[in-house]
């Protein structure tokens, strides 16, 4: 990783964001919300990470656009044409941060041609840091700074199957999908968590599948979407192709299924769940 420049670029800069949130989040006065139009929370912290990400990715690419959850919305008559461009979560899970259970992330991610190729997912709290680009592969980064690889796992049938299933949305598809996969797989291990560490849990072989049958946004998704690439796995719609950005004028994901295991059949028992 260290031979790459710009992932040791954006490593920096979602640590930067990171040290901004946790500014934020360590005050003693308390956490002020703000409700955005679609009545999700905002916080000092969001407007903060999402300065110094902007700032950074500027200084480090000025010929590419940012598109951030908290920046203004490009129309889709001047989105449509980029080739490649940043998609930025500042902070992704604001609620599990109003909570503070720590489960919240700076997600950083490059899209090429509307696939997610490379990326950062930082933990502020841990300061633990994902970060992967397709074809060369996906690391583990200690708070101390030290990298270590990692990938994805194979289903291993003597084992229960690892779900992962959101800590603040579930919902009754999901719940299907579980009795699909126990009646077809055995026992399954359910694991509960916030933000987009749901799909790292994934990329470092720590979880098998997770279902979001549930709407999210294209920046909730890609920065973890590159490094779990990175480590052999990928993300799927309901039709079981490949998730992709910038497709369309809105920004929200169809539902998805990210696994660890692509070449494991998936597809029978996501749509058993869907009928």
Not at 24 to 32: L, S
Not at 84 to 106: A, H, M, Q
Not at 223 to 233: E, K, T
Request: hydrophobic share 45%; glycine share 6%.
């Amino acid at each position: 990783m260290h031979e790459d420049q710009q992932l040791e670029a954006l490593k920096d800069i979602a640590i930067a964001a990171g040290e901004e949130i946790l500014a934020v989040y360590n005050q003693a006065e308390g956490i002020d919300v703000t409700l955005k139009e679609d009545d999700s929370p905002l916080t000092d912290a969001d407007r903060r990470a999402h300065r110094v990400i902007v700032e950074g990715l500027a200084l480090l690419t000025p010929q590419l656009p940012v598109l951030s959850e908290e920046s203004e919305l490009t129309d889709w008559s001047e989105r449509r044409h980029w080739a490649s461009y940043w998609l930025v979560d500042p902070l992704d899970g604001t609620k599990e941060f109003i909570k503070r259970n720590g489960e919240f992330t700076v997600n950083i991610a490059l899209i090429e041609e509307g696939v997610a190729v490379s990326g950062v997912v930082h933990v502020p709290v841990s300061g633990i840091t994902y970060i992967g680009k397709i074809g060369s592969g996906a690391w583990k980064l200690t708070a101390a700074g030290v990298a270590n690889p990692i990938s994805c796992a194979p289903i291993d049938s003597n084992n229960p199957v690892r779900v992962v299933a959101s800590r603040s949305h579930r919902g009754e598809l999901v719940d299907r999908l579980l009795k699909a996969i126990e009646a077809e797989l055995g026992e399954t291990e359910v694991l509960s968590m916030g933000s987009s560490l749901k799909i790292c849990l994934l990329a470092e072989a720590r979880a098998d599948i997770y279902p979001r049958l549930a709407l999210t946004s294209e920046w909730d998704t890609a920065a973890a979407h590159a490094v779990l690439s990175a480590c052999g796995g990928e993300i799927f719609d309901t039709a079981f192709k490949p998730l992709r950005y910038n497709q369309k004028a809105e920004l929200l994901n169809p539902f998805f299924i990210a696994v660890a295991d692509p070449a494991y059949t998936w597809e029978p028992l996501i749509t058993m769940a869907m009928q």
